[in-house]
């Protein structure tokens, strides 16, 4: 194909492909589509039979024989089955292919071809009949060497190959990962691929896919990365997966979310410190599968970030942040912060503008903790506080970010993203409306601000330890009207009553409650500096403005987000 061909020109061979299989000797249908170096085979069952390098002759075939790809899967999470499908056809005049379910139900999909990648979009599903997730993909490929398990990436770095096939989520409510994992967040875990088995041959012990825990005791985050062999890879997502013979296959999923649902989640499985809890999950009004949209795209792997990725993102309209002109991914614009200690900065800005750095990570100024109460304003509205410690007159994080802003310096500070820490506007002493809860429970009976007997309706899931991670008892609690109350287990016969209760935790006032009120099971995070409640989403919002205020207001211009799994 000649480079840069419109995308006429590609429709009018993906139709001559149809044309020449339909007269030849198979029964098989295939459509044929290509972009500037990449192109790919659907059959009239609904699966990618082909995915090819087009810049090399011949063409590379990367879509394994014995695995063909389904566009589309369905997913579900009640029966936990997949369907995929059993039949397509394909409308030319309105790239559009109709795909068929063994469950009976019907899929719309449009596909259409940019000079880079292909777009892919889900119009309809009807009628549902069950599925409440869809899932781009498996796509299967036979490259063995490298994959990015976070936006769901295939590569071939080698001299000879040199090629990738990657996907990239195009709308809020697409995410990496299998429609089948709890949570939607993939498990912090370990897997044996090996990048390259004549460097790095696996031992007899081990085979492709095995999984791992972290090491450790899975509390200790240095402990996490114990296994140093290559072929202990860990995995933070699973937007590509490995099989049993090393070879990467890419994943994404769209829920609907407009239903109420419950998980059972760990984000580090496996571990005794780290046990499933059973979380409710509040549902989200409009936010469904329907318009869940992918890139595909195939490139040589020496040039996809800048050529292919980076495209993608300008041409849908995706985040594209620069620092000094250049995207945040750009290689070309790595470069390391200072990191400060000790809090003394007299010469701190001079030092990194010598070193050509382009940020002061305040470091030993501590976590930064959303606290909505101070407005964004954290020395005060008028600077009162001067945390920035200098031997002729102490600087507020204003001033002392336009210091660093008149040498092209930009000030960071670590935060500990949504955890709502004791002591901040949504936590306490007056907890927040719009916490996020594990689970729901009735009061049986009225409460005295004295009372320590907490009768509840249902005692299901209350013995568990609060949280996905670490489960530190000292942050197990319910919430009940304008009251924190912690405590530890429930009785197993009626009367179903809270055990080891202390009132008017974290500085709460204990009140009287009646009976029939609510009774919160909190999702908390961890100790360790990071201790605090987690907010439903439309608090997560206000957080978000928070920050921004925060930016605006103080002249920060980085953030640390630590402890992003909040």
Known sequence: MIPYMD???????????????????????????????????????????????????????FSPADKPSPLLSLYDSEKKVYYTPQKAVYNAEADCFTLEYPNGSVATITLQPADKYFKLTLNSLEPRNGIDCIQWG?????????????IGVARDTSDVVNYSIGMLALNDNTIGGTADIEGDAAPFQYIIHTPDAKRFPLPDSLHEGQVFTLGGNGISDVAFYANKEPYYRIMYGNAAMVDSLGRIFLNYQSRDRTKSRQVHYSLIPNMPANIPNHIDVEPIPGVDFIGSSIALWGSPDSTALMDVIQDIVLSEGLPHPTVNGKWIKDPAAYSPDVMTSGNQYDSIISYTAKLGFPAIHAYDQGFLRPDRANEGYLDGRNQEKKPFRFHFGNKSHREFADMAAAKGIMLGRVNITNSLAPGTKDASPVPSD?????????????LSPEDTVIIVDDPTYLEEIASWEGHCENLNMVKIGGELIHYLGVSETAPYTLKNVTRGYWGTKPTAH?????VYKLQVTINYGYEGIIPNLALQDKIAEYYADVSHLCGLTLYDFDGQEF
């Not at 029964?27 to 090399?56: C, H, L, R």
């Not at 498996?138 to 976070?150: A, R």
């Not at 009646?514 to 609510?518: G, L, S, V």
């Open 138 to 150: 498996s796509y299967y490929t036979n490259i063995d060497n490298l994959l990015g398990e976070i």
């Open 7 to 61: 995308n006429m020109c590609k429709k009018c061979i993906s139709l001559l492909a149809v044309s020449l299989t339909l007269f030849g000797c198979t029964t098989e249908k295939t459509w044929d589509f290509q972009t500037d170096y990449f192109s790919i085979g659907i059959n009239d069952k609904g699966y990618i039979t082909s995915m090819k390098n087009t810049t090399v002759s011949p063409n590379r075939e």
């Open 434 to 446: 719009s916490l996020c809860y594990q689970q729901k429970r009735i009061l049986m009976k009225d």
């Open 514 to 518: 009646k009976a029939n009120d609510t």
